[in-house]
């Protein structure tokens, strides 16, 4: 009977290493990801404003830890009073540093954008006002975390912190604040290539 709590805890073991050493971008390796968010709020004289999002990256890892990218997002929003569009575009560059190795990576990341912002305002009755545009010098910040499912597939979510740098012209007021959570899937393009190149017997 005492064998028996042994062998479980042996297995639990390494189940539990098991996890943090599949998977992960290596050096040298190409990296893509789409990532997700919506919500609902109160906009002020928009109402309940719902809102989604859709971001697309690419990203090259400089070292196993280190991945440097370009990325583009956008968004729109519909407002509670007369259904008017609230629309927010963003294109920049990031990087990406993961605190661990193996299948469980938490990370920081920062980046610069420029993006621009196009929304209405109406009066609590519904009654428009003004249409807001803008383009906007951004910097944004947040950390995630990310699990390898597979030895090429990842999912991860985070949370950012968005800054307006500068304001080119326009009507819109500059905005900054906590964006998110965002949920999102990554593949490693280079990671089934280097899968081929490994001996059957290392692997």
Request: aromatic share 14%; charged share 15%.
């Amino acid at each position: 009977m005492t064998q028996q709590p042994k062998f479980l805890w042996a297995l639990a073991a390494l189940m539990l290493c098991s996890t943090f050493t599949f998977g992960q971008a290596k050096k040298g390796d190409f990296v893509t990801a789409a990532m997700t968010k919506s919500s609902i709020g109160w906009g002020g004289f928009s109402g309940v404003v719902a809102r989604a999002d859709l971001g697309l990256q690419g990203g090259y890892m400089l070292t196993d830890r280190l991945e440097i990218g370009v990325s583009a997002q956008g968004s729109l929003g519909i407002n509670g009073f007369n259904r008017g569009v609230i629309k927010n575009w963003d294109a920049g560059v990031y990087g990406r540093y993961y605190l661990t190795e193996g299948r469980w990576q938490p990370y920081l990341f920062g980046g610069i954008s420029y993006g621009g912002v196009n929304y209405p305002q109406y009066t609590l009755d519904g009654t428009f006002i003004e249409q807001f545009n803008s383009n906007q010098l951004r910097a944004h910040i947040g950390a995630g975390i990310q699990y390898w499912a597979t030895e090429n597939l990842a999912i991860f979510g985070e949370l950012k912190y968005q800054q307006v740098l500068r304001d080119f012209g326009g009507n819109a007021t500059p905005r900054g604040g906590l964006i998110g959570p965002t949920i999102g899937i990554r593949w490693n393009i280079s990671g089934r290539n280097r899968m081929k190149q490994v001996p059957k017997g290392e692997l």
